[in-house]
């Protein structure tokens, strides 16, 4: 794998954070965020930029649709290793999108190996909150790696 795919990646990631966080505060669709992706709007705010690479927009796609389809599921596993008396609504929004996306390629890209997914994320939430979360979304998505991928080494 080379440093262009590891970019492209980086940039779906991030698009896919941005994109599940806008369609929860704003109602948008999923063909919305698709479309918004493609034109280049997504992802925002960052140096990197969209590279018309395919595998950037497969990427990008399924994580956004499974985490939509399988919201209800992702965030069950999430919600059972949170804090005694936490709840996932008592959550930034930012948060949940990051911990959903995260749990979707946890499920979806096996090929991808659960530490490197996990650290890719906590890198995306470096890049949205200064505090405790990247912890927080590390040790989230660490607990649910185990729920999510029980037969892999080192979940």
């Given at each position: 794998?080379n440093a262009?795919t590891?970019?492209?990646?980086s940039?779906?990631r ?25 034109a280049?709007?997504l ?5 990197a ?6 595998g ?6 399924l994580?956004?649709e499974?985490a ?5 599921t992702?965030?069950?596993?999430i ?8 709840r ?5 929004a930012?948060a ?8 979707a ?6 090929d ?7 650290d890719?994320y ?6 949205f ?6 912890g927080?979304i ?8 185990r ?5 892999e080494?080192?979940?």
């Amino acid at each position: 794998m080379n440093a262009r795919t590891n970019l492209s990646r980086s940039i779906a990631r991030l698009a896919t954070v941005q994109a599940l966080y806008q369609m929860e505060v704003s109602g948008a669709t999923t063909a919305d965020v698709i479309a918004d992706f493609v034109a280049g709007k997504l992802p925002r705010q960052t140096e990197a930029s969209y590279t018309d690479s395919e595998g950037e927009l497969e990427l990008f796609k399924l994580l956004v649709e499974k985490a939509v389809d399988r919201q209800a599921t992702y965030d069950r596993t999430i919600a059972k290793h949170l804090s005694k008396g936490w709840r996932l609504e008592r959550l930034d929004a930012v948060a949940r999108a990051i911990l959903r996306a995260g749990a979707a390629e946890l499920e979806q890209r096996t090929d991808i190996p659960v530490a490197v997914v996990i650290d890719e994320y906590v890198e995306v939430a470096k890049a949205f909150f200064e505090g405790p979360e990247p912890g927080f979304i590390n040790a989230a998505l660490d607990a649910a790696a185990r729920d999510l991928r029980p037969t892999e080494q080192g979940a």
